[in-house]
């Protein structure tokens, strides 16, 4: 079993920043790929950023076309946790949505409870 502890949502005005956390714990495997991901009300759940951990792709980055430029993946990790950060700026109202953090290894994909990010107009 796979951990995922988010944080860091909230509410902004369109074109301020937040940043969203989420650690991994438990029966992590070094080499996996982990992410964000959002659903806005009405709306599929979609992409909005992942980052590979481990082996020759570690550190590989993929973005949703409409927040590249303005929301950064990073990672840090240790022997038993992997934590990632996204740093969202220049917030836009269509941005709104719940945030869920993934963590995906082989045909295994943990979900956390989602954080909600809301941004005025």
């Known amino acids: 079993q796979v951990q995922l502890v988010e944080s860091g949502g909230g509410v902004v005005q369109a074109g301020g920043s937040l940043r969203l956390s989420c650690e991994a714990s438990g029966s992590i495997f070094m080499i996996n790929r982990m992410g964000w991901y959002r659903q806005a009300p009405g709306k599929q759940r979609e992409l909005v950023a992942t980052?590979?951990?481990?082996?020759?792709?570690?550190?590989?980055?993929?973005?949703a076309d409409s927040v590249k430029g303005r929301f950064t993946i990073s990672k840090t990790t240790t022997r038993i946790t992997n934590t990632i950060f996204l740093q969202m700026n220049n917030l836009e109202p269509e941005d709104t949505a719940v945030y869920y953090c993934?963590?995906?290894?082989?045909?295994?994909?943990?979900w956390g409870r989602g954080t909600q990010v809301t941004v005025s107009s």
């Open positions: 980052i590979t951990s481990g082996g020759s792709v570690g550190g590989r980055t993929n973005y």
């Open positions: 993934n963590y995906h290894y082989g045909s295994l994909d943990y």
